[in-house]
């Protein structure tokens, strides 16, 4: 019991403290707020989270196992139980992925000539461009995909050099 109480002063507020950190940066995170260390904040640091509340159920383990014999709260916890399991089906039957991941992934095994008139450009500007960037393709018949491999960059940057 004594084991408990002590648990209880750090794990209570710690569960607090970590949910207010995870609400707010998911809060942000959800309207597209991606300033300063948002993102990694909360990835990272949800972990806390997680923590908090293992430690908070072992404090609280016999109020724990009150809200399970209660049919409200074993009907709370099936309910959450169950969306966790529909979280890993997807939404369509075709499997499609994120409209913008195919379109980025498309021109990124597309040509530098290809992706160059896509963006309203000649291919020899594009190439120049691209190496007033630093990042020097070999032809402009390469993938945007190769030229980003070569050059030690990502796919995605050399587009958004190109456009």
Request: hydrophobic share 50%.
């Amino acid at each position: 019991m004594k084991r408990d109480i002590k648990l209880r002063k750090w794990a209570t507020p710690l569960t607090i403290g970590a949910f207010a950190l995870s609400a707010v940066t998911g809060i942000l995170l959800f309207f597209k707020i991606h300033i300063g260390l948002v993102k990694p904040v909360h990835e990272w640091l949800s972990w806390l989270l997680v923590l908090g509340a293992i430690f908070h159920t072992i404090a609280n383990h016999s109020f724990f196992m009150r809200y399970l014999a209660q049919p409200v709260g074993r009907g709370i916890l099936i309910v959450f139980g169950l969306l966790i399991c529909l979280s890993f089906f997807p939404l369509n039957n075709n499997g499609d992925r994120n409209p913008y991941a195919k379109m980025s992934n498309a021109l990124s095994q597309s040509s530098l000539s290809a992706v160059a008139k896509i963006a309203h450009h000649e291919p020899e500007e594009a190439v120049n461009i691209l190496r007033a960037k630093g990042i020097y393709p070999d032809s402009k018949d390469q993938t945007i995909q190769e030229i980003a491999a070569k050059n030690n960059s990502q796919p995605l940057r050399v587009l958004s050099l190109i456009f």
